[in-house]
């Protein structure tokens, strides 16, 4: 059980890089961006062959990165200077780099069994030690895009986000500050691509499919838990909600009568509930609310 948990736990922090690129997208700049499927898929296919080439681990991480920049940059350009829609920027980016990524990998999967990676071999007693390691890298790597929200790129960044034509107005270029958002979103997303990748031991064509969606149930999941009244707190919901759905998910599939196939419906039914909950939540309160209202109001008619 322990095995299982700390695993979960461990997979949850590697995706909460990819979970913190979809928070930029969706909550930030409010851009359905849907590249995350392919840039995911770009990150792990970069790194795993650059690897069995001979290169550092390190280097085809870097590599990695800067392959996700470039994907979420040109999906900014598609709808900043193309003035395409934004939906349909991210969906056309996703489609292309399908054969990007099966150029890159050169066949639809490629091995890292026996390769050295970013994470050296340790014995099953010791791997709270890597978890350790690992926390820290991400709480180093939240923090980071915490500073540079709070930076001038930063504020005029989520300014887009709330009110384009608001900041525009001031003077603000709107168009660059998109595709610098997008473009860090989606090396975010690369970046949790290429240590995935590492960690499974190989990449795969197809192991991006359905990342947007884990990433929405992540956001939402933390959002609702743990609230994302300030930046810190946004970023630091993100991040323990990726690690909630991971034990969900772990433990939904300890039920007998589901299999590993259904992870996709389990994230769905996740989604759902996180989206639900809440809005239900807040429709019975304000029912409450009204009620006590007419309640108080009838009584002091009666009163009179």
Do not use: C
């Not at 392919?38 to 390190?58: E, L």
């Not at 996180?274 to 609310?289: E, G, N």
């Amino acid at each position: 059980m322990w095995t299982s948990m700390s695993g979960s736990v461990e997979a949850g922090l590697l995706y909460a890089l990819m979970a913190l690129g979809v928070y930029i997208t969706f909550r930030i700049l409010d851009f359905p961006d849907l590249t995350v499927d392919g840039s995911f898929t770009t990150g792990g296919a970069i790194a795993a062959v650059m690897i069995n080439a001979g290169y550092s681990p390190w280097l085809a991480t870097a590599a990695a990165l800067a392959g996700g920049l470039v994907a979420g940059s040109l999906t900014g350009l598609l709808h900043a200077k193309g003035k395409i829609n934004g939906l349909l920027s991210g969906i056309l980016m996703m489609i292309a780099l399908y054969s990007i990524n099966l150029r890159i990998l050169g066949r639809p999967n490629v091995s890292l069994l026996g390769m050295d990676t970013i994470f050296p071999p340790i014995e099953r007693d010791r791997r709270w030690m890597l978890l350790i390691v690992i926390a820290v890298v991400i709480v180093i790597i939240k923090l980071l895009i915490d500073s540079f929200l709070k930076t001038d790129l930063g504020l005029a960044l989520r300014a887009t986000g709330d009110n384009a034509k608001m900041i525009g107005s001031f003077g603000a270029n709107t168009d660059t500050t998109k595709i610098i958002g997008v473009s860090l979103s989606n090396g975010l997303v690369a970046l949790s691509g290429a240590v995935i990748a590492m960690q499974q031991g190989f990449a795969d064509i197809s192991m991006g499919i359905g990342m947007i969606v884990i990433g929405l149930a992540s956001v939402i999941i933390g959002e609702a838990l743990f609230g994302a009244k300030t930046v810190f707190r946004a970023t630091l919901a993100v991040v323990l909600g990726s690690i909630v759905y991971r034990i969900v998910v772990a433990l939904a599939l300890r039920v007998d009568w589901l299999e590993s196939s259904d992870v996709k419906l389990i994230t769905a039914v996740i989604v759902i509930i996180a989206l639900v909950v809440p809005t239900a939540s807040r429709s019975w309160t304000m029912k409450k609310q009204a009620y006590k209202r007419s309640r108080e109001l009838a009584g002091s008619e009666a009163g009179r």
